[in-house]
Every structure is written in structure tokens, then in C-alpha cells.
């Protein structure tokens, strides 16, 4: 019954109907070649509902203290009903990928039970091909996305014919817990007292390289959001990225960064919305180290870089020079501080965009950023899950208050692959993102190539 760190409960504090704080990872399989896909699915699912030794953050669930309902704390639910949490269906349709992705964005916008522990994990049969899907959704609060996909890619493994698999909620061998934040003793208090994060923040004003928070231009990002969603998500040969990373001297990520920056620049101007100021993302940067006292799995714990994407003009080259320039510039700065001045230096960083978040109140002077850009790498190798093999994995983040567009990049098995969730009614026809995307690589790599 431990009382809920700040930054986790500020995902919950912040979650209203229309704007629920949850993530995603949604994974694409392929049965054993030897065994028949509806028998196997069938199969699979009833060793879900049977895998009920949970983890601990799977157990819990919140709520307030009697003494102090303005405190949060976690609790364990026993017993926990996995049939309310692992659930079946099958796609409508031609079982088309698109069908796939409709039904993860209605999942998307629908709010967890704060009644029970904060999760689902949903098995979409019937998907083209003879394959299946999983949707891992998960409250925010009780895990990032960093968190989520050591759940889901450690309950995998690189043999197929390995068959001692567990479901990614399933509790493994028992390992000594490690203290968290608040138990550890960590405390944000005595740097803030120290001043260590506005003396931070004054030397990123101090620095060309670094962009400072509420330079952010108005847009259509940065509106309220409803409860409808939409996810659109593809992937691009990871080889192509690595290429232009090479000749400009940046790394794939720099490319990916990029990339969204020039799609958004396209995305907006056909909608007549393109800002003359360059969209700003915050681009989180996760702050778990050896040794940091910080638990592995659960709760949040990232840091907060923000990057101009360039927006305000149209050579690819330029865009990427400078992304390359101010991550470079990021990460030397980040390397020199301590996790606890990171997250303290974040906190002020995302200050805005928090009061949003808690209040609703989306009509500010400035905001902090326009957007967030996750990275969240996977193993470059395939894998699997008792034979069937993970063919594809599409990450699909949160969206909030004033932040109606979330992308999130997945490297996995030489692909790169962009998830994209957005505001229904904010950002229409969300899928010719994709299509920017590409047009925003090709432009790169006839830049760079001449």
C-alpha cells in the first residue's frame, strides 16, 4: 500500500472522460508453421486466462487514503479476474490490417477501470495471412512505454522452438525488488531547493544548440481532445534510415526525427495550418541507470529533450543538420547530471503542458511543446512467443490535453516503424501522415545522395 510517485499520479490526476491516459503495443504474429491458425489462437488464449501468478504492478490498482483523499496509493486487488483483462474478439472484414488498426484506435479512447488493476490485453483473431494480434494497453501510470516494452519483448524469445514462454503480465523467477524512487530516498526536493534545474534551464537559454520550453508555435496539436482516436502506423526497411544517418554524421533516430518533422511540415500545409514558427517536440530520454534505485517495468521515469523539427522550411539536409545538433548537444548535457536532476529539469520543462493536462485549460500564451516523439527500440532479430513469431510491432502512445498528435518510433528486426495516434476530430484524415513520411525519407536520401 504505497503511496503513488508524483509523476505516475499526475497521469491519473490528469485523466478525464475523452482523454484517458493509456499506451499501446500492439504486436502482429504469425502461428508455428505446422499447426493450424484458429486451433493455435484458440489454444493460446486459454493459456492466457490460466498464466494468473501476476506481477506485482499488474496487481494493484489505485485509490485514496481515508485520512488524505488528496493522496494516492497503490493497492493490491486479489483476486485479480484475468478474464475480465485478457479478452478475445475477432476483426471484422477481410481481417485487413486497417481493420486491425480501427479496432486498436476504439480501444485506445476507451478509459481503463480505476476499479480494478489498470490493464488489458486484448487477441484479435482472423488478421490476413492466417496471423493474430495482441494489444497490450496499459495506464500510464503504472508504466512508460520503455517499461511496457520490457514486459512485452521479455516475455519473448529469439528460439522458435523454445515453449516455456510466459503472457508479459506473468510473474517469472522471484527477484529481490528493487527500492523505488521515493523509498530509495531520492528526492527531487533538495535540488529544486539547490536550483540546480532553473540553473539548467538558464544555460540551455545560454546555448544556440538547445530549444527552451514555450517557444512552441500555435497549431492544430495543441487543442482539446475528445475520446475518438486514430491510430495509423507503417514501417520503412531500417537500412534506408541507417544510409542518410551515415552520410550526415547523425544516427537513425536523428533520420526518424527528421522524417516526422518534414511529414508534419506536408501533413499541416495541406490542411492550411502550418505554423510560420517551427513545430518544437519533446522528445523523452529515459533516465534508468545501473545502480539508480529506480525499479525496472513500473511507474515513469524519463527525462524531457526538446528538438525543433524545422517545420519553418523545406530542405531536408538543414532539418537534419540541426536535430543532429541539438540531440548531440542534448545527451552531452544529460550525461553530466544526476537521474533526480533530470526529472527535475523535465518537470519544468513539461510544466505546461501538465497544467493542461490537469486542468483542461488548453488556451495558453505558449505552450511548451507542440508534440511528442518516443523512440522505443526492440531487438534487431525476430521473435517469438512459443513458436508463433512477432512478424511486426507498432507502438500507439498517448495523446492529451492540448496534445492531439503522439508519434512513437519501434526499431525491430531491420524495420523501422512510426505509430501515429491522433485527435479524431483535431487532426483529420491522420493517415496521410504515412504518406508524408515517405515523401519526407525520399527527400532525404535524394538530398543526401548528390
Known amino acids: 500500500m504505497n503511496n503513488i510517485a508524483i509523476g505516475d499520479a499526475m497521469f491519473l490526476l490528469g485523466e478525464a472522460a475523452g482523454r484517458p491516459a493509456q499506451v499501446i503495443t500492439l504486436q502482429l504474429y504469425r502461428p508455428p508453421v505446422d499447426a493450424d491458425p484458429q486451433e493455435w489462437v484458440t489454444s493460446y488464449f486459454q493459456q492466457l486466462l490460466a498464466s494468473d501468478d501476476l506481477k506485482t504492478v499488474f496487481k494493484r490498482r489505485p485509490a485514496r487514503r481515508l485520512l488524505s483523499p488528496s493522496t494516492l496509493r497503490w493497492i493490491d486487488d486479489e483476486p485479480v479476474e484475468l478474464d475480465h483483462h485478457v479478452r478475445h474478439s475477432a476483426l471484422p472484414g477481410h481481417g485487413r490490417v486497417r481493420e486491425l488498426l480501427e479496432a486498436v484506435s476504439v480501444q485506445h479512447g476507451v478509459q481503463l477501470d480505476r476499479r480494478r488493476p489498470l490493464w488489458e490485453f486484448h487477441v484479435f483473431e482472423g488478421l490476413e495471412g492466417g496471423r493474430f494480434a495482441t494489444a497490450f494497453k496499459t495506464h500510464h501510470a503504472i508504466a512508460d512505454g520503455m517499461s511496457l516494452a520490457k514486459h512485452v519483448l521479455g516475455s519473448l524469445t529469439p528460439d522458435p522452438d523454445d515453449r516455456s514462454c510466459l503472457p508479459p503480465w506473468a510473474a517469472g523467477p522471484k527477484r529481490p525488488r528493487r527500492a523505488s524512487v521515493a523509498a530509495s530516498g531520492l528526492s527531487l526536493a533538495p535540488v529544486l531547493r539547490g536550483a540546480t534545474a532553473v540553473k539548467s534551464l538558464i544555460e540551455m537559454g545560454r546555448d544556440d544548440s538547445a530549444t527552451v520550453p514555450f517557444e512552441a508555435p500555435p497549431s492544430p496539436l495543441n487543442v482539446k481532445v475528445g475520446g475518438a482516436r486514430r491510430f495509423a502506423g507503417d514501417q520503412w526497411p531500417l537500412e534506408r534510415l541507417k544510409t542518410v544517418a551515415n552520410v550526415v554524421g547523425g544516427t537513425v533516430n536523428d533520420v526518424g526525427l527528421a522524417m516526422a518533422g518534414g511529414a508534419l511540415r506536408a501533413y499541416l500545409d495541406e490542411l492550411g495550418s502550418l505554423p510560420d514558427r517551427s513545430l518544437i517536440a519533446m522528445v523523452p530520454v529515459s533516465v534508468r541507470r545501473e545502480g539508480d534505485g529506480i525499479p525496472e517495468g513500473e511507474g515513469n521515469a524519463f527525462g524531457a529533450m526538446l528538438c525543433d523539427l524545422g517545420t519553418n ?138
Open 313 to 450: 522550411h523545406d530542405d531536408p539536409v538543414a532539418r537534419v543538420d540541426s536535430i543532429r545538433g541539438q540531440t548531440r548537444a542534448a545527451k552531452e548535457r544529460f550525461a553530466k547530471m544526476s537521474a533526480a536532476e533530470i526529472l527535475a529539469v523535465s518537470k519544468l520543462i513539461m510544466g505546461g503542458a501538465i497544467v493542461s493536462s490537469l486542468t483542461g485549460i488548453t488556451a495558453l500564451p505558449r505552450h511548451p511543446f507542440n508534440l511528442i516523439i518516443s523512440n522505443v527500440p526492440a531487438p534487431n532479430q525476430p521473435l517469438y512467443y512459443n513458436g508463433a513469431q512477432m512478424t511486426d510491432i507498432y507502438p500507439v502512445s498517448m495523446i492529451s490535453e492540448a496534445q492531439a498528435m503522439n508519434i512513437t518510433l519501434t526499431r525491430y528486426d531491420n524495420q523501422m516503424t512510426f505509430g501515429i495516434v491522433g485527435d479524431r476530430k483535431a487532426l483529420p484524415h491522420l493517415q496521410r501522415m504515412l504518406i508524408h513520411l515517405d515523401g519526407a525519407l525520399e527527400a532525404l536520401e535524394k538530398a543526401v545522395a548528390r
